[in-house]
């Protein structure tokens, strides 16, 4: 019986090659499928690993009626026994319940692949929707890693090499990759949830490491943002 599953997890933890070689073994069984994506890293109408891989996909605006192209291609004479949506966060929750549509009317398989929050830590409406009416949702066990060595939890956006908690949901880039950074460049860094709160990111910290005037235990070299009006502060 065919199934609408979440296969989620922080950026740099597999997803994308996991939906590529979902596909290959499909294929290789003589299945045919479709393949959806929106706004990869890659660029337009792709879906790509940052193990170098990649295929071509269709892309998803968020007026893309995602039932109707899987009927046209039915009615059409294709066969469709399996959809794979890579970047399923940023669907919009109307286009996730057509997935779920297309799991229950006709029976096709359904695997989407997604960051469950951003870097507010705030669910995406797309994964919110894919938590709530999926059969099954899976944590990738591929841990991506913070720079303290802990396993990666949240994803953090960088913008000219500083950690920012503020701005649009959506803005597209890429993990970090280089010490060297433009002041508008935005690019996107896994921490652990304690090295998120604290907003000490990877070049905080050698910041930090590089002070003479900071000691390895002092807290003051990642302080505790300051909490919202009418909550208590952290201890």
């Known amino acids: 019986m065919a199934e609408l599953v979440f296969f989620s997890g922080t950026m740099d933890c597999g997803k994308s090659t996991l939906a590529l070689q979902m596909d290959h073994n499909h294929r290789a069984r003589g ?8 706004m990869d890293r890659a660029g337009a109408s792709v879906l790509s690993s940052r193990l170098g ?22 009615t059409g004479g294709g066969a469709v026994d399996y959809v794979i949506c890579d970047e399923a966060q940023f669907y919009t929750p109307a286009q996730v319940e057509q997935l779920a549509r297309l799991v229950d009317e006709l029976d096709i398989e359904v695997f989407a692949f997604g960051i469950m929050a951003d870097f507010r830590t705030r669910l995406f409406p797309g994964s919110q929707r ?13 841990a991506a890693l913070c720079w303290c060595g802990a396993r990666a939890t949240h994803n953090a956006r960088v913008v ?7 701005g649009e949901q959506v803005v597209v880039g890429d993990t970090l990759t280089s010490a060297d950074h433009d002041e508008d460049e935005v690019e996107y860094e896994v921490l652990c949830r304690r090295h998120h709160m604290r907003r000490m990111s990877s070049r905080a910290a050698q910041a930090a490491a590089l002070s003479a005037d900071v000691l390895p235990f002092d807290l003051d070299a990642c302080p505790v943002p300051p909490p919202a009006v009418g ?5």
């Open 231 to 235: 909550l208590p502060a952290a201890p």
């Open 31 to 38: 299945r045919r499928g479709l393949i959806f994506t929106r």
């Open 160 to 166: 000219g090499g500083v950690m920012v908690v503020e």
């Open 130 to 142: 894919l938590v709530e009416l999926a059969d099954r949702t899976q944590v990738l066990q591929v």
């Open 53 to 74: 891989l990649s295929t071509g996909a269709v892309e998803v605006q968020e007026d893309l009626d995602l039932w109707g192209v899987v009927v046209a291609q039915l």
